[in-house]
């Protein structure tokens, strides 16, 4: 059928019926642009029909009737999930709005948005040609002032931060900064307003720190605007700085934050003395911090010249402190671990790293942190507990790190003088067959010991010092990891130093490959240990096996359950 000749004849006689005339006498006369202007005429009528019975259907969709609560509630989630980024990082246009697009279901979910303040009030300057309309959409909500140098602007708005910064002033809650020092330093006459709402500022630097010139310059105009926080700014809970910006510790305005990051990247030593403040100095300014729940000095304390510090006074107490992370050098983190009491549920996080200078003997004695990592607090009921949850990182002179994560299950519920953490003893060069290049062991009290994993270069007094390990009655579990040698096999070693472990029921072996005399001292180390207690499952992970080896095992008693992938490197499972 052509439908363009019934729609033609339709018209035609569409045309006659208006004109009130025979449609016979007239179908021959009508001109072709009557007849265009006719269609016109009906097609918008018929759009506007359309749009009513769209609305009309709408209404009665389940979505449509939903109480505009749950609405925001969803609209909230996706803005989070979905945030509007800049044009020029999307590769379809509409990818810029980001969760916007789902108000565009309807105008009953349209409208909802739109009266939703605080939708709105997250003031991104990525997107500089909405800025002035979130501003207004915000209406009198408390709004968030937003930018990151990463978003793909060549140059910073910094006089529409600004503008928008003064026009806001009474209602900025939170201010989150990303750029170069040289651009924050153009921004201090903002935080030189009274913000009464503010609650947290975050201030970033993007590169590397500059000349130390530049560093003073910069927080000596930072240093006088934040020392007057306390004033412009009474409700503030947060601060974290991770730009080269010293901040004013003998300033009141430390007295009621929650949270406080000082987070510097590893600085030169000068540069150190010069920016980061004497551990006295953050030790009097913790001591009138209440209600720090969160703390974080990472290379942010000065490296003493001697290796202490003293006029620190007692340690401090941080009574509701839920974690703690320090970084940097052994002698800059020991004295803050020393002199920083926290309570049993506190979740320590250390990184230790050496540097590449060396101000002090002890950055060269990783094992001077341990008797300090066996602080406790007394709690109300005068029972000293443990740690909940300790995360220690330690890297290498090849600068690898390894980070262990443990928390309260694995520690002892009853005093005891061992230590309750784990620690990553950084050693020299490389280990051969890509073993990694560091020692670990999970120290707990030892009647409480439930695994261990054993890794190469671990010092001998390590395996066998009962003030660390003690006794092994309720081990069930014990990890070997890139072991090579035979010559001093861990798991020989361990086991004839600790013969007696009856609730053992799983050894893991994770390595590239086990050498013959290697899976020779591993069977000894079996017969000795398991000669009248039920063997263990011994599970072979990500490793090439001698099959020779495989065989005596069998001959002890293993049913072997193999997993074999193209490389020939298996997951043996024996039981």
């Given at each position: 059928?052509?439908?363009?000749?019934?729609?033609?004849?339709?018209?035609?006689?569409?045309?006659?019926?208006?004109?009130?005339?025979?449609?016979?006498?007239?179908?021959?006369?009508?001109?072709?642009?009557?007849?265009?202007?006719?269609?016109?005429?009906?097609?918008?009528?018929?759009?506007?029909?359309?749009?009513?019975?769209?609305?009309?259907?709408?209404?009665?969709?389940?979505?449509?009737?939903?109480?505009?609560?749950?609405?925001?509630?969803?609209?909230?989630?996706?803005?989070?999930?979905?945030?509007?980024?800049?044009?020029?990082?999307?590769?379809?246009?509409?990818?810029?709005?980001?969760?916007?697009?789902?108000?565009?279901?309807?105008?009953?979910?349209?409208?909802?948005?739109?009266?939703?303040?605080?939708?709105?009030?997250?003031?991104?300057?990525s997107l500089p040609q909405w800025t002035q309309e979130l501003v207004v959409r915000s209406r009198s909500a408390p709004v968030i002032l937003e930018y990151s140098a990463t978003d793909g602007h060549l140059l910073?708005?910094?006089?529409?931060?600004?503008?928008?910064?003064?026009?806001?002033?009474?209602?900025?809650?939170?201010?989150?900064?990303?750029?170069?020092?040289?651009?924050?330093?153009?921004?201090?006459?903002?935080?030189?307003?009274?913000?009464?709402?503010?609650?947290?500022?975050?201030?970033?630097?993007?590169?590397?720190?500059?000349?130390?010139?530049?560093?003073?310059?910069?927080?000596?105009?930072?240093?006088?605007?934040?020392?007057?926080?306390?004033?412009?700014?009474?409700?503030?809970?947060?601060?974290?700085?991770?730009?080269?910006?010293?901040?004013?510790?003998?300033?009141?305005?430390?007295?009621?934050?929650?949270?406080?990051?000082?987070?510097?990247?590893e600085l030169e030593l000068v540069v150190n003395r010069r920016l980061c403040p004497p551990l006295p100095l953050v030790i009097q300014t913790l001591r009138e911090m209440q209600n720090i729940r969160m703390l974080?000095?990472?290379?942010?304390?000065?490296?003493?010249?001697?290796?202490?510090?003293?006029?620190?006074?007692?340690?401090?107490?941080?009574?509701?402190?839920?974690?703690?992370?320090?970084?940097?050098?052994?002698?800059?983190?020991?004295?803050?671990?020393?002199?920083?009491?926290?309570?049993?549920?506190?979740?320590?996080?250390?990184?230790?790293?050496?540097?590449?200078?060396?101000?002090?003997?002890?950055?060269?004695?990783?094992?001077?942190?341990?008797?300090?990592?066996?602080?406790?607090?007394?709690?109300?009921?005068?029972?000293?507990?443990?740690?909940?949850?300790?995360?220690?990182?330690?890297?290498?002179?090849?600068?690898?790190?390894?980070?262990?994560?443990?928390?309260?299950?694995?520690?002892?519920?009853?005093?005891?003088?061992?230590?309750?953490?784990?620690?990553?003893?950084?050693?020299?060069?490389?280990?051969?067959?890509?073993?990694?290049?560091?020692?670990?062991?999970?120290?707990?009290?030892?009647?409480?010991?439930?695994?261990?994993?054993?890794?190469?270069?671990?010092?001998?007094?390590?395996?066998?010092?009962?003030?660390?390990?003690?006794?092994?009655?309720?081990?069930?579990?014990?990890?070997?990891?890139?072991?090579?040698?035979?010559?001093?096999?861990?798991?020989?070693?361990?086991?004839?130093?600790?013969?007696?472990?009856?609730?053992?029921?799983?050894?893991?072996?994770?390595?590239?490959?086990?050498?013959?005399?290697?899976?020779?001292?591993?069977?000894?180390?079996?017969?000795?240990?398991?000669?009248?207690?039920?063997?263990?499952?011994?599970?072979?992970?990500?490793?090439?096996?001698?099959?020779?080896?495989?065989?005596?095992?069998?001959?002890?008693?293993?049913?072997?359950?193999?997993?074999?992938?193209?490389?020939?490197?298996?997951?043996?499972?024996?039981?």
């Open positions: 059928m052509d439908l363009s000749l019934r729609w033609s004849q339709l018209a035609r006689r569409r045309l006659c019926e208006l004109h009130d005339s025979n449609a016979f006498q007239r179908e021959n006369c009508i001109r072709d642009g009557d007849l265009r202007d006719e269609l016109d005429h009906e097609l918008a009528e018929l759009h506007v029909l359309v749009n009513l019975a769209k609305s009309v259907r709408n209404t009665m969709v389940a979505i449509s009737v939903l109480p505009p609560e749950i609405l925001s509630a969803i609209f909230e989630r996706c803005a989070e999930n979905e945030p509007m980024l800049p044009p020029r990082r999307c590769l379809i246009p509409t990818e810029s709005l980001g969760w916007v697009k789902i108000t565009h279901v309807c105008r009953y979910w349209r409208d909802t948005a739109l009266d939703h303040q605080a939708l709105w009030a997250t003031i991104s300057f910073p708005p910094i006089r529409q931060i600004r503008e928008v910064g003064a026009q806001c002033t009474s209602r900025i809650s939170r201010i989150h900064l990303r750029m170069s020092e040289t651009d924050l330093t153009h921004l201090v006459p903002l935080i030189l307003c009274r913000m009464p709402l503010l609650k947290s500022l975050i201030l970033e630097s993007t590169g590397g720190f500059t000349l130390l010139g530049d560093i003073q310059a910069l927080s000596s105009y930072w240093n006088l605007a934040l020392n007057q926080l306390h004033l412009n700014a009474p409700n503030l809970e947060q601060i974290a700085i991770r730009a080269p910006i010293a901040l004013p510790w003998n300033s009141p305005i430390f007295r009621n934050l929650t949270r406080l990051e000082v987070d510097y990247p974080s000095l990472q290379n942010a304390v000065s490296i003493p010249s001697d290796g202490t510090d003293t006029g620190c006074g007692p340690p401090v107490h941080l009574h509701h402190l839920e974690l703690l992370r320090l970084a940097g050098p052994l002698s800059s983190v020991a004295p803050c671990v020393e002199h920083i009491l926290v309570p049993f549920s506190t979740v320590l996080d250390i990184s230790i790293n050496r540097p590449s200078y060396y101000p002090s003997p002890t950055d060269h004695n990783s094992s001077l942190l341990l008797p300090l990592l066996n602080k406790r607090l007394v709690g109300e009921d005068s029972e000293l507990r443990p740690w909940r949850s300790v995360k220690m990182t330690m890297t290498s002179d090849d600068m690898h790190t390894t980070e262990t994560w443990f928390d309260q299950q694995s520690f002892a519920t009853t005093p005891d003088p061992a230590l309750s953490c784990t620690l990553t003893v950084p050693v020299s060069g490389n280990m051969p067959y890509g073993c990694i290049s560091k020692g670990l062991i999970r120290q707990y009290p030892g009647e409480n010991l439930r695994s261990i994993s054993l890794c190469q270069a671990i010092p001998d007094w390590y395996l066998d010092s009962s003030k660390y390990l003690g006794t092994m009655n309720d081990l069930e579990e014990i990890e070997v990891v890139g072991e090579a040698f035979a010559e001093d096999c861990l798991l020989q070693t361990f086991l004839a130093l600790h013969p007696s472990c009856p609730t053992l029921c799983t050894v893991t072996i994770r390595s590239n490959r086990i050498s013959l005399p290697l899976a020779e001292a591993y069977t000894r180390a079996f017969k000795a240990c398991f000669s009248s207690t039920p063997l263990p499952i011994l599970r072979i992970v990500d490793c090439t096996v001698h099959r020779s080896w495989l065989e005596s095992l069998r001959q002890m008693g293993y049913v072997e359950d193999l997993q074999w992938d193209g490389n020939e490197r298996i997951e043996h499972t024996i039981e």
